[in-house]
């Protein structure tokens, strides 16, 4: 176990020695704080198995649905914003002497108070963690279903209902791992395999050339369609950028002590987490849109259909990313779920209580994805809806809330800078995703 630092004296006046023993005890056995040995490196892939999703795939449709220009323009603004609200959040882990915000509602408490703060807060978090689990469940299905597509053409077609049935049984074993230490390994393995399929999505791409009457204009040929189909692609560059629900939480599993504070590991890790994110992100979209223009599909790898041994596996790179990254975004989840048992509802920590309420989650999510299957749609409509709060401008207002720059200041003016364009994605790329879910839905069957 790592060295936690003390606890500050207001944090605990009002406890009993007893209340403090049941506390420890209850956090030793939560899966965010029962384990901080984790090292700098640990962080890293942490962050690109979180960040790297396969929301990259959809970047050179996204890319097409935008434009040259605002396309490049909204992928590197993205990139430097969020960078800046993940340096934000590092460095409000520790900023209270004594105390670790653990969890980003902790943080969000401190910052809007008790309420306030978890109202605001817990909500936006727990939209984006089932959201990435359900839009991962129908991602894993689906690669599932392409890489059996790949390597069997004359085989019988399939259900996309049991490829989510085949990803969901292997989240079934690895949802009983306790805590984010025991997952290292298969976040290592995920963030791996998020920069082999990034590579050969570009590669690949690269290596076909510029195809014949290759088109850069609008798809669309109404202007409302090009305007609905712009909204839609801000949600997936929003999508693409989702990791910051679960920075505070990796950053919880490092040692720290007041002389070495975990934010010098955890940034280090986020600056190489970020530079691999800078190298899967701009080729795919770059190279991806150069190469197919608005043809491209809204998967890139549905563009590449030969060699059909590489297509085969880079969906199946896309399906062991998407087992790790299920992990990364679940384990936050059950932290909230699990202390609310126990600590709300007075539950005894126990192995059962946790085999529950993990499967039944995991459950949920399966349920959820075979039922409403929507890839695209639910890329946009996530995308701006939730995912813009919590990565673009909730830290900006936290730090704007408790270390209050003096207005006008460099500070004050990123900041408000950050939250602005943080509100435009959330209010407009949810009107997108939302269009292409209702035009998918009208020939939908359920379970088909």
């Known amino acids: 176990m790592g060295t936690q630092t003390p606890i500050d004296n207001n944090y605990v006046k009002n406890l009993t020695e007893e209340e403090l023993e049941r506390q420890k005890a209850i956090n030793d056995w939560l899966p965010i704080t029962s384990s901080r040995n984790a090292k700098w490196w640990y962080s890293a892939f942490h962050n690109v198995a979180a960040m790297v999703g396969a929301g990259v795939l959809s970047l050179p449709y996204a890319m097409s649905e935008l434009g040259w220009g605002p396309g490049v323009t909204i992928l590197v603004l993205s990139w430097i914003i969020t960078l800046y609200t993940l340096w934000q959040m590092v460095e409000m882990h520790e900023m209270v002497p004594g105390r670790r915000f653990d969890r980003y509602h902790e943080l969000g408490q401190y910052a809007f108070g008790e309420k306030l703060g978890l109202y605001i807060v817990v909500p936006q978090q727990l939209v984006v963690e089932v ?5 991962y469940m129908v991602t894993g299905g689906t690669s599932l279903q392409k890489f059996h597509k790949s390597v069997c053409p004359g085989c019988k077609n399939i259900k996309l209902t049991y490829f989510i049935m085949i990803f969901a049984s292997v989240q079934f074993v690895l949802s009983h791992l306790p805590n984010f230490n025991s997952i290292s390994g298969v ?21 076909k050339g510029v195809q014949e009457d290759v088109r850069y204009g609008y798809k669309a040929k109404s202007t409302s369609g090009k305007v609905f189909n712009f909204l839609s692609a801000l949600g997936d560059v929003a ?39 800078a190298l899967c992100y701009f080729p795919v979209a770059l190279v991806g849109y150069w190469m ?22 880079a969906n199946m790179f896309v399906v062991i990313h998407v087992i790790g990254s299920y992990q990364i975004f679940a384990m936050p989840v059950f932290d909230m779920i699990e202390t609310l048992m126990v600590k709300k509802l007075n539950f005894k920590p126990s ?32 995308g701006g809806f939730a995912f813009a709060p919590t990565s673009y401008f909730l830290p900006c207002i936290m730090w704007l809330t408790i270390y209050k720059p003096k207005r006008f200041s460099l500070s004050w003016w990123t900041n ?18 939302l269009r292409t879910i209702i035009i998918e839905a009208k020939t939908y069957k359920f379970y088909s």
Not at 131 to 135: D, G, Q, S, T, Y
Request: hydrophobic fraction near 60%; charge should be positive; proline fraction near 5%.
């Open 131 to 135: 959201a990435v689990n359900i839009i």
């Open 187 to 207: 976040s290592l393995a995920a963030a791996v395999m998020s920069l082999s399929y990034s590579t050969v999505a570009w590669a690949a791409s690269a290596h």
């Open 239 to 277: 999508f693409a950028y989702a990791g910051h629900n679960v920075v505070l939480e990796i950053q919880a599993t490092i040692p720290s002590t007041p002389e070495k504070p975990s934010k010098g590991p955890m940034w280090r890790g986020v600056v190489v987490a970020y530079i691999l994110v």
């Open 292 to 313: 197919f223009g608005n043809a491209v599909e809204d998967n890139i790898l549905l563009s590449l259909e030969k060699p059909r041994w590489l297509i085969a596996m």
């Open 351 to 382: 192995t059962i209580l946790r085999f529950i309420v993990r499967n039944v989650y995991v459950a949920f999510t399966m349920f959820v994805g075979i039922t409403f299957p929507f890839f695209g749609g639910l890329l946009g409509f996530f």
């Open 416 to 433: 408000w800078i950050c939250i602005v364009f943080g509100l435009l994605l959330m209010i407009l790329s949810p009107i997108g995703g």
